[in-house]
C-alpha cells in the first residue's frame, strides 16, 4: 500500500470529523480545508473533488472493516469465529466512532457516486461473516439465507456498538459484546 | 390523532420520497413543492420550515415503528413476542423501504435540531423490544445489558431487512424473517 502523505492524512481526518458531525453534504471543501490546517488548493491537488474525498474515506474504512472481519475469522473456527469478528468490529466501531456513524448514514444510500464502490466493499464484509457461517448452518442453507443471516449479524454489532458509543459508552466494551453475542445462544429461545 | 389534510399528506410523501433518494441536506422546500404538486407558500404555510417538515416525517415514522413492535409484543408470549416483533418490523420496512432508509441514515445523527424527539422515540421502540426480553433474559440481566440485547435486535431486523430489500427484493418475507430469526435460535453457536 502506498505511504499517506501528512497532509493527505490531515486532509482524510478532517472530512471524517465534519462528515460524521454534519453530514457530507452539510460539509464543504473550504470547511475541510480550514479544519485541517491547509490551503484549499491543497485539498483539490490531493482529491479532485469532494466526491473522490469521501469515496476514498468510505472505501478505505469499509475495507479496513473487511481486513479485521477476515482477520477474526481466521484467528478462531466454528462459532468461536463469530464470537471474535462481534468483538473485532466492535473494538474498531470504538476505535473509530467518527467512521462507524458515518457508514451508518451512508451504506443504504443509493444516490451517492461512489456507491458501487462501497457495496462491493460492504458485501465483502458481509461475506466474511457469511463464510464464517458456512460451517455452522445446516446442510443445504442456501447462501441467500447465510448472508441474509450474516447481515442480521453485522446490523446487530453496528447497531449495538453505536447505541453503545452514543448513549452507554460507559459500559465496559466486553460487557456489550456479551450481550450482543448473548443473543445468538438461543437462551433467548429456549 | 387529528386528520392529516391531503395537502400535508402530499408534502409529507414528497419530503420523504426526496429525502429518502437525495439526503435531507439535499432536499430543499422548492422541490418538495414541485414533487408534491403544491404552491411553495402552502409548504410553508404547512411546515415552518424544512427542519420542522422532516422532524415531523421522522417522529411519525419512528412512532409507527413502535406502535408496530407494542402490537406484535403484546400478540405473542415468551420469545413468540420477540419473533413477532422481528416479522412486524420487516413488514413495515418492506412497506416503507423510504422511510426505513431515511431511518438508517438519521438515527445515529448527532447534529440534527430534531435529534432528541428522534432519540426519545427510537429509545421507546427498543425499549419495546427490551420489554419483551424482560422474562426470557437470566435472573439478575441488568435493564442495560437488556437494551444493548434490544438495539442488537433491533439492528439486525433493520439491517437485514434493508438488505434484503435493495439488494435481493425477491427473496420471499417469510425466508427473510426465517434467516434473521435463525440467528436467534441458538443453532449457530451449539
Given at each position: ?8 492524512q ?37 482529491f ?5 474525498l ?107 456498538g ?6 452507554t ?19 433467548l429461545?429456549?
Amino acid at each position: 500500500m502506498p505511504r499517506i502523505s501528512p497532509t493527505k492524512q490531515a486532509i482524510l481526518a478532517a472530512a471524517l470529523e465534519l462528515g460524521a458531525q454534519h453530514g457530507i453534504s452539510g460539509t464543504t471543501m473550504d470547511e475541510v480545508a480550514e479544519w485541517a490546517g491547509v490551503a484549499k488548493g491543497s485539498v483539490y491537488y490531493n482529491f479532485s473533488s469532494k466526491d473522490k474525498l469521501f469515496e476514498e474515506l468510505l472505501t478505505a474504512g469499509v475495507g479496513q472493516l473487511s481486513d479485521t472481519l477476515r482477520a477474526a475469522r481466521e484467528s478462531a473456527a466454528g462459532f468461536g469465529a463469530v464470537e471474535a469478528m462481534v468483538r473485532g468490529m466492535l473494538a474498531l466501531i470504538a476505535e473509530n466512532q467518527a467512521l462507524a456513524k458515518l457508514m451508518a448514514a451512508e451504506i443504504f444510500r443509493t444516490d451517492r457516486v461512489w456507491q458501487n464502490a462501497v457495496q462491493v466493499l460492504r458485501r465483502e464484509a458481509v461475506g466474511e461473516i457469511a463464510g464464517a457461517l458456512e460451517p455452522l448452518v445446516p446442510a443445504g442453507t442456501g447462501e441467500g439465507a447465510r448472508l441474509l443471516m450474516a447481515g442480521g449479524i453485522f446490523g446487530a454489532t453496528l447497531v449495538g456498538g453505536l447505541e453503545w458509543l452514543l448513549f452507554t459508552p460507559d459500559t465496559p466494551a466486553g460487557d456489550v459484546a456479551a450481550a450482543i453475542l448473548f443473543t445468538f445462544s438461543g437462551a433467548l429461545a429456549s
